[in-house]
């Protein structure tokens, strides 16, 4: 199981918390880093010092760790133009010598867009599949070629298409860096992912509905004439684990949580419960687990889980 740490900085984090956390991830032997792309606490907080931009903090991060993957999930198609878009990730991607994925959303909070006058059409889906039509077309076109796109969001003309990703994550080899396309929508979704994707991701499902999801996406794939296997399939869910109860209640009390409901919906309870947990996912068919971790400073859980939990489910 590739295990990652997944971030919420918006909830009130500077650089050199999630700094040091990133570093903790590296250290403490998790596969990857990962944070959302967000401008606006969400909640009762109050979201000081205030917001980090998803992709600076990103090149920061490229350049003061050396192994792990790194990446959003996810970024909203309404924040940024795809080609400025795939500029930035591709210059990250070089920053880090090859470590970068990208996760991209239609987006879904309105207040964001509102508190920092970014436009948020009522209709989205269209914007993130041309996204992902320009992103995938800049990077894989071939260098001394020109790409154009006449689209009804975007258009762009006689592009250099430059810079090119370290990566060739690309259909067929071509540059890019590895995507990431979640959701739990039945159908649009599983076909976009089975289009552009190299991952699919669940983001906080009902544990139930897991192997359905996968399912899905599987079905989009076959249709599409790929094979389901070139995908990886994924989840991310909440963490919470204690050497004891008492420790997990902490951590519950710490987040706004309630330990029970922590258990039934996230990697929660003791460490053997969260084997358990991670077990079971295994078996629905999950390869790649995204562990939410909404404490920043406590990075006592992230050692607890590093040295109890990652050796027995690997």
Not at 34 to 60: K, V
Not at 266 to 283: Q, S
Request: charged fraction near 25%.
């Amino acid at each position: 199981m590739d295990l990652r740490i997944f971030t919420e900085p918006q909830q009130g984090a500077t650089y050199d918390d999630v700094l040091r956390v990133a570093q903790a991830t590296e250290r403490l032997g998790f596969d990857g880093f990962f944070r959302s792309d967000h401008y606006l606490a969400m909640g009762d907080g109050d979201g000081l010092p205030g917001p980090t931009d998803a992709w600076t903090t990103l090149a920061g991060l490229a350049r003061e760790t050396e192994r792990i993957r790194l990446g959003t999930l996810v970024s909203s198609a309404t924040f940024r133009p795809p080609g400025v878009l795939a500029i930035q990730v591709a210059q990250v991607d070089q920053m880090s010598g090859g470590r970068v994925e990208l996760g991209l959303g239609a987006g879904w909070f309105a207040a964001e867009h509102a508190a920092y006058g970014i436009p948020f059409p009522e209709k989205r889906f269209g914007l993130l599949t041309e996204q992902l039509e320009v992103l995938t077309g800049l990077w894989s076109t071939p260098v001394g070629e020109r790409f154009a796109h006449h689209g009804d969001h975007y258009t762009l003309t006689d592009s250099p298409a430059l810079p090119k990703p370290v990566q060739h994550a690309g259909r067929d080899g071509a540059a890019g860096v590895p995507v990431i396309v979640g959701g739990n929508g039945p159908r649009r979704t599983p076909a976009l992912a089975a289009r552009f994707a190299t991952e699919y991701n669940a983001a906080f499902p009902e544990i139930a509905d897991i192997p359905a999801a996968f399912a899905r996406v599987r079905s989009a794939c076959e249709e599409a004439g790929r094979p389901p296997e070139e995908l990886v399939y994924s989840v991310a869910l909440v963490l919470a684990v204690g050497a004891d109860e008492a420790e997990l209640a902490r951590r519950a009390a710490a987040i706004g949580r309630e330990p029970a409901e922590l258990r039934e919906h996230g990697v929660a309870g003791t460490v053997a419960e969260a084997v358990d947990r991670v077990g079971a996912l295994r078996e629905m068919g999950v390869e790649r687990l995204y562990l939410q971790v909404l404490d920043l400073g406590d990075l006592d859980h992230l050692e607890l889980v590093a040295s109890e939990v990652a050796p027995q489910v690997r």
